[in-house]
């Protein structure tokens, strides 16, 4: 037993375990690589989430302030302060669409002629 790698099945036990012992390191080194990526995606989503969160908490302020209370009464509810008066506006261009064309005066013989031919 004086020297290990004088023995060839030795030498072969030896380099067989070192290969494996460097496939074993890059696995897990590309886990590590893999997990990092992970984390940073995840930390991504996070942020984003964190800043809706917070965009939707102002957004439920302003709606829960007198000013937001106050414009619903008066849009959705039709409410008024006393001495004011409300005028609800419709959709202007669906009335001008509605409004039938101007005819043309046409003779009443023009007329049959135009309904049976």
């Keep these: 037993m004086g020297n290990v790698f004088t023995n060839r099945y030795l030498a072969v036990i030896a380099a067989v375990v070192a290969v494996l012992l ?7 080194s590309k886990k590590n ?3 990092q990526q992970n984390l940073t995606e995840i930390e991504q989503i996070n942020d984003k989430t964190r800043d809706d969160i ?7 302020l302003e709606a ?3 000013f937001a209370k106050e414009k619903q009464i008066r849009n959705e509810l039709h409410l008024q302060k006393p001495g004011e008066r409300i005028v ?9 669409s509605a ?3 101007p005819e043309v005066k046409q003779t009443p013989w ?3 002629k135009r309904i049976i031919f």
């Design 54 to 60: 917070s965009d939707l908490e102002i957004k439920i």
């Design 22 to 28: 460097i496939v074993s390191m890059r696995q897990s």
């Design 110 to 112: 023009e007329g049959w």
């Design 99 to 101: 409004e039938p064309a």
């Design 88 to 96: 609800v506006l419709t959709n202007v261009e669906a009335t001008k």
């Design 64 to 66: 829960e302030g007198d």
């Design 33 to 35: 690589i893999n997990q």
